[in-house]
């Protein structure tokens, strides 16, 4: 399991062990040693002041008037300049003619020339001791212009040590406190916050199991809000899909136990006739209400699966969809002697939704086509698309509906004044519930020429 996915199962706590603490952690890191680089140079910027006053003196002692080079070395300002270094100190006077060598003579030199006059800071190794040197050549007072002097004072570097560490001690005591704080601090702040998540968690489990009420998000913090508005939503469509789940099974009840009633009823009245002709009379209604009951039975799973199925968006053939349903209702048709057609574009029409929920909606528009619709009428079946999105549609010469009613039709069971006694009222209902999955809708109207419905199927594209 990689680093990204134990993050996603780790709680805050661990998430700020594991993410923050190293983070500050490196934080204190660089500031240390930005504080010790700070330090070294303060402390550099501090003795180094001691170190040329202990060159400007000894500069100041060296005299030509003699008309050689003498100097007079201040011994005690030199014992009191070692007992302020901690350590050893060291000084060398060199004439550049080689005549003169005072001090030590085996100082290392500066790296590079001198620019005369100007007094050089330089750390270097003496006999395995780390000292810091300054140098400093300056013109002699005498006839020979070339002639110079270089005076050199080194110190060792274990005072300026010592003050460093002492310093970066202080400096690591220091950050390490601010760090415990900012810990203590992150996590107590990490801890209030959390409270309200804590309290609406205990809210959560102590409902009931059928409780979809929303979430009230008035006390608590504007970032929750969002989280709490989403569960909210999904609660609501949860709820939307109970209700619908407990409608169909009304509907589905209700429908069957009518056709059961009246199958018993039918089957009650062929025991008690003892005429064989309307024995089978009887049989022959029995025959038909068994397949009312079976094309009710099979628009309730349709209806159910319009509703609740995952609508699966895929590219298909208009015309194929077309031809399919064509080919599956004609025998209905002909059965009426009905003109049944369809009606695409030269070129296929490719669209994209779900081809097997269309399918059904397109059959029941067009099987409520051919119900309705009188012997030897005319049933055409279509398909469109544009810009905006695709259609399907079905039209036929029949009866028609009033303009009151084609707003009220698609409701469930809601059937018009020109239905058959035969119909469910599920038809236009699948169809527009199919619709809306497609974020579509289902409109009915007149045709344009003479008596007759239009019904159109339209989604957009994604």
Not at 10 to 26: G, N, T
Not at 256 to 267: A, F
Not at 382 to 401: F, H, Q, R, T, Y
Request: charged letters at 20%.
């Amino acid at each position: 399991m990689g680093l990204t996915a134990r993050l996603r199962r780790a709680s805050l706590w661990r998430l700020l062990a594991v993410l923050l603490l190293p983070l500050l952690a490196m934080v204190t890191g660089v500031e240390l040693w930005m504080t010790r680089h700070d330090a070294l140079e303060a402390a550099n910027a501090a003795y180094d002041r001691s170190l040329l006053g202990a060159l400007k003196s000894i500069d100041a002692n060296i005299s030509t008037a003699s008309g050689g080079l003498s100097a007079e070395l201040p011994y005690s300002m030199l014992e009191f300049f070692e007992l302020t270094a901690s350590g050893n100190v060291y000084f060398r006077v060199a004439s550049s003619d080689g005549l003169v060598e005072l001090g030590n003579a085996d100082l290392p030199l500066p790296p590079g020339p001198l620019e005369p006059g100007v007094p050089r800071f330089y750390d270097a190794t003496y006999f395995g001791e780390s000292v810091r040197l300054a140098a400093y050549r300056r013109a002699l007072d005498r006839a020979e212009p070339a002639s110079t002097v270089l005076v050199q004072v080194a110190e060792s570097t274990r005072s300026r040590q010592d003050f460093t560490d002492r310093f970066v001690r202080r400096a690591v005591q220091r950050d390490a406190l601010v760090l415990a704080l900012m810990v203590l601090g992150t996590a107590a702040l990490l801890a209030v916050a959390l409270r309200p998540l804590a309290r609406l968690a205990r809210e959560v489990q102590a409902r009931s199991s059928d409780d979809m009420t929303p979430l009230a998000s008035t006390d608590l913090p504007a970032d929750i809000r969002p989280l709490v508005d989403a569960v909210n939503q999904q609660m609501a469509r949860t709820q939307g899909l109970v209700a619908q789940q407990r409608q169909f099974l009304d509907d589905a009840s209700h429908q069957l136990r009518t056709h059961l009633t009246t199958l018993q009823m039918q089957i009650d009245y062929a025991r008690r006739e003892g005429d064989s002709t309307q024995v089978q009379h009887t049989l022959a209604a029995i025959g038909g209400e068994i397949a009312r009951a079976t094309r009710s039975t099979q628009q309730l799973l349709a209806l159910g699966r319009s509703d609740t199925a995952a609508v699966e968006l895929t590219p298909f053939d208009l015309a194929a969809l077309l031809r399919t349903v064509a080919l599956e209702l004609l025998p209905q048709a002909r059965a009426k002697q009905i003109d049944f057609g369809i009606h695409t574009p030269a070129a296929g029409i490719e669209a994209v939704g779900d081809s097997g929920l269309l399918r059904e909606a397109l059959t029941n528009l067009a099987a409520n086509a051919i119900a309705y619709t009188p012997a030897q009428g005319t049933v055409t079946v279509s398909a469109a698309g544009d810009s905006l999105g695709w259609s399907i549609s079905v039209e036929d010469n029949g009866p028609g509906l009033p303009a009151e009613e084609r707003d009220a039709l698609g409701q469930r069971y809601r059937r018009g004044s020109q239905a058959t006694a035969g119909g469910s009222g599920l038809g236009l209902a699948i169809a527009r519930s199919i619709a809306e999955r497609h974020r579509g809708s289902l409109r009915l109207q007149a045709r344009a020429e003479g008596p007759g419905l239009l019904a159109i199927l339209w989604w957009p594209r994604a």
